[in-house]
């Protein structure tokens, strides 16, 4: 049942199919209370029998059941026993209940995912291990549950131990797993409730010791990255912010405009030269199509046409509001103030100092305004998990026009 259960979490079982796989165990099973009987199929309602044909539930005038073929008139009705269309689950907290009186283990079980369900805590030979069942099928997706494991059981400090039926994660996988102290367990002959066989706990501990990394930890692992050191190693879920302080790092004490950072981290341009536009001149930088803050490239806030319009309706308003209050209509040249000194807003909000007109950012104005935003947002998380890593990149990274990635001392890091 577990092995199936890897393919389709929620998969029910016919009464006939677990009767005619292994009788004895189904049996066992139903006296333990590892299985709970559903609703059958009732008048009206179809199902598929052992040979996989489609039939359907119809009542006789006595009462008894039988199973026909709509599309066959030649099908001879089947006399249905009452335990011929049973279903089944399997009851995974039952199981895990026996898991952890079978093994001496402790804590509440319960789901922690589609197809992940927790056992219990608990220790061998000096090993102490949380241990989850898995049904996994699908390697890459496989992969981003297991990666995704720490965040969905963030109280416990063991090792986590995936005790899966059949799945096994591939080599290249094992070393981004081992990393977050995960371990993946592959039951194949071994009972699942004999966890005191010792090649269990050799398997759920590290098979040799994890070499400590050099550095600090900036890695990528798809959804998630793994960030940390070798205090502690935390993941958080992939975000631009994520990729912009990812990118600095790989380049420390190198400035880069904040186009360079955008389009290389995002996978637009490879980056060819790690300094294009350090220390070029606005006027330089022009040359290269790229503005620091408000160039030529940019729209006027409001064009000739509009100012002048508004000027034009403006002088009208004032003539009108003159009018108004010779004629003592003090209602009317309110609303007419109200909507002149609306227009001189907007006015003043499109011209800078001396009346010089405003532009609407630049593209290279906008992406300093995002960057510097979402760096920040993610040195914030950083800082959350771990505040002395976030202190230091707080402390090392620069943003704005140009940015970098400076530390004090020189830093290694694993990526």
């Known amino acids: 049942m577990l092995t199936r259960l890897e393919k389709n979490p929620h998969a029910l079982f016919e009464d006939w ?62 006399e249905l026993a009452p335990d011929d269309l049973a279903q089944w689950r399997l009851d995974l907290e039952a199981l895990a209940e026996r898991f952890q009186k079978a093994n001496g283990l402790r804590g509440a079980p319960g789901r922690v995912h589609d197809r992940l369900f927790f ?49 096994a994660p591939a080599p290249s996988d094992l070393r981004q797993l081992e990393s977050l102290n995960i371990s993946v367990v592959r039951l194949g002959d071994h009972d699942p409730f004999l966890l005191d066989d010792p090649t269990i706990w050799e398997a759920t501990g590290p098979s040799q010791p994890p070499a400590e990394p050099s550095g600090k930890i900036f890695r990528n692992e798809g959804e998630y990255w793994a960030i940390g050191d070798q205090g502690r190693v935390f993941r958080l879920k992939d975000a631009k912010g994520l990729r912009y302080i990812a990118f600095l790092l790989r380049h420390p004490h190198q400035r880069f405009h904040v186009l360079d950072v955008v389009a290389t981290a995002e996978g637009v341009r490879e980056q060819s030269d790690a300094s294009a536009y350090a220390g070029m001149t606005r006027d330089q930088l022009a040359e290269y199509g790229v503005a ?34 010779r004629d003592n209509n003090s209602e009317l040249a309110a609303n007419r103030k109200e909507e002149r000194d609306s227009i001189f807003e907007q006015l003043r909000a499109a011209s ?48 704005g026009a140009f940015c970098s990635y400076s530390p004090e001392t020189p830093t290694d890091w694993v990526f």
């Open 17 to 78: 199919e677990l009767k005619r796989q292994d009788p004895a165990a189904f049996e066992a099973a139903k006296r333990e209370g590892l299985v709970r009987r559903l609703p059958a199929p009732r008048a009206g309602e179809s199902y598929v029998d052992p040979s996989g044909r489609l039939l359907t539930v119809v009542a006789n005038p006595d009462g008894t059941l039988e199973a026909i073929d709509e599309d066959d008139p030649e099908f001879d009705p089947i």
């Open 119 to 167: 056992l219990g805590d608990g220790e061998r030979n000096g090993v102490r291990a949380s241990f989850v069942l898995g049904l996994l099928h699908e390697r890459r997706s496989a992969q981003t549950i297991l990666l995704s494991l720490p965040n969905l059981l963030p109280a416990t400090s063991h090792r986590l131990a995936v005790v899966c039926p059949t799945f």
């Open 292 to 325: 620091v803050s408000e160039g030529e490239d940019s729209d006027l806030l409001l064009d000739a046409q509009a100012r002048t319009e508004y000027q034009t309706r403006i002088r009208e308003l004032q003539e009108e509001i003159d009018e108004a209050e």
């Open 352 to 399: 800078g100092l001396c009346g010089r007109e405003r532009r609407t950012p630049s593209p290279a104005e906008r992406a300093r305004v995002n960057v510097t935003k979402l760096v920040g947002s993610a040195l914030g998380r950083i800082k959350k998990q771990h505040e002395a890593l976030g202190r230091h990149l707080r402390n090392a990274i620069s943003t």
